[in-house]
């Protein structure tokens, strides 16, 4: 099975960017759909931005313009770079890989950013 194991966050000040990573274990060219979600303490787990297998891509209203999500299937990775990135920007952020029947998470990164 999949493993997804994501990094590249970390602590940034307000306007700054972070380009994170998701590497799979094994091959993405297949799955439906790569996204990223974010969860900030005590709020619900949300989605920041997606893209599907032919290369769609959908967003939170609160990162468009800011955010692009990327995958390189040669490399079995996707990358969300996050430019302007505001204080409400913090949480842990976390990949996921979804299909027709099955959903995998990887362990998440912490984003910080600071005012």
């Known amino acids: 099975q999949v493993q997804l194991v994501e990094s590249g966050g970390g602590l940034v000040q307000a306007g700054g960017s972070l380009r994170l990573s998701c590497a799979a274990s094994?091959?993405?060219?297949?799955?439906?759909?790569m996204g990223w979600y974010r969860q900030a303490p005590g709020k619900q787990r949300e989605l920041v931005a997606g893209?599907?297998?032919?290369?769609?891509?959908h967003y939170a209203d609160s990162v468009k313009g800011r955010f692009t999500i990327s995958r390189d299937n040669a490399k079995n990775t996707v990358y969300l770079q996050m430019n302007s990135l505001k204080p409400e920007d913090t949480a842990v952020y976390y990949c996921?890989?979804?299909?027709?029947?099955?959903?995998?998470w990887g362990q998440g990164t912490q984003v910080t950013v600071s005012s």
């Open positions: 996921n890989a979804q299909d027709t029947d099955w959903a995998l």
């Open positions: 094994g091959s993405i060219f297949s799955i439906n759909r």
């Open positions: 893209i599907t297998r032919g290369g769609n891509t």
